[in-house]
């Protein structure tokens, strides 16, 4: 069972719509983080959620955290190819340093 | 800015067969961890080091992994002997500081595959 657990798995979308993947957990995290990872590289770091309910965006991307900490959203606006990747969304527990990952979101945008 | 260096990108060994993977952190990071990706699956944390000394290698495989990051910069992770299930990507990144919500940068994995 996965700490964090991602959905969807997989998405296959055109270009120009919108998406919006979730992660959640039971657990409560002191922040978590939204990573892109594409083929043959590391994970990139997009974004880091810290405060209950923040909102932050990085053009055409939204990042929400839950009120409680324990889980968040990210929404992508008007997808482009360049979209396409495995995100990850990681976090540490709330008393701990380890980094937990989820298992991803695997995006397709098809031009 | 270089970014985390880490060598071979490619391997392919058998099972029983030993091997060593190398990590070179950003200049100044204290902070260096290193990861398991298995094929579909998110990156696992196997260990994590502050400066050359351990801070959680609660899910390391002891009996057949090592790690080890002498003078607290460059790091060595090694497999002896290798099994079936080890085959995957291993990824190492290095932060500034041991923070909660301190950037990891990742290292362009190698990609392990053990016949």
């Known amino acids: 069972t996965q700490l964090l657990e991602q959905s969807p798995q997989f998405l296959s979308i055109q270009e120009g719509e919108n998406l919006t993947v979730y992660c959640n957990s039971s657990?409560?995290?002191?922040?978590l983080q939204w990573y892109r990872q594409e083929p043959g590289e590391g994970p990139v770091l997009l974004v880091t959620?810290?405060?209950?309910?923040e909102v932050k965006k990085l053009k055409r991307l939204t990042f929400q955290f839950g009120d409680a900490r324990k889980d968040s959203s990210l929404h992508i606006t008007a997808a482009q190819p360049g979209d396409t990747g495995l995100y990850l969304c990681?976090?540490?527990?709330?008393?701990?340093?380890?980094?937990?990952f989820g298992a991803g979101t695997r995006l397709f945008v098809k031009a | 800015e270089a970014g985390v260096a880490q060598s071979p990108r490619y391997k392919i060994i058998e099972k029983r067969q030993s091997v060593a993977f190398w990590c070179n952190p950003i200049?100044?990071?204290?902070?260096l961890y290193w990861y398991q990706q298995i094929l579909g699956q998110g990156p696992k944390l196997l260990i994590q080091?502050?400066?050359?000394?351990?801070?959680?290698d609660s899910q390391l495989p002891k009996d057949r992994f090592s790690a080890e990051r002498l003078k607290g910069v460059d790091s060595t992770l090694k497999i002896q002997p290798a099994k079936l299930e080890d085959s995957a990507v291993y990824l190492c990144?290095?932060?500034?500081?041991?923070?909660?919500?301190?950037?990891?940068?990742f290292g362009p994995g190698t990609r392990l595959l053990v016949l």
């Open positions: 990144a290095s932060s500034l500081a041991l923070s909660r919500s301190e950037t990891q940068y």
């Open positions: 657990s409560v995290f002191s922040s």
């Open positions: 959620v810290v405060t209950g309910g």
């Open positions: 990681a976090g540490a527990r709330t008393g701990g340093f380890k980094t937990i």
């Open positions: 200049s100044g990071h204290a902070t």
């Open positions: 080091f502050q400066n050359n000394g351990v801070v959680d």
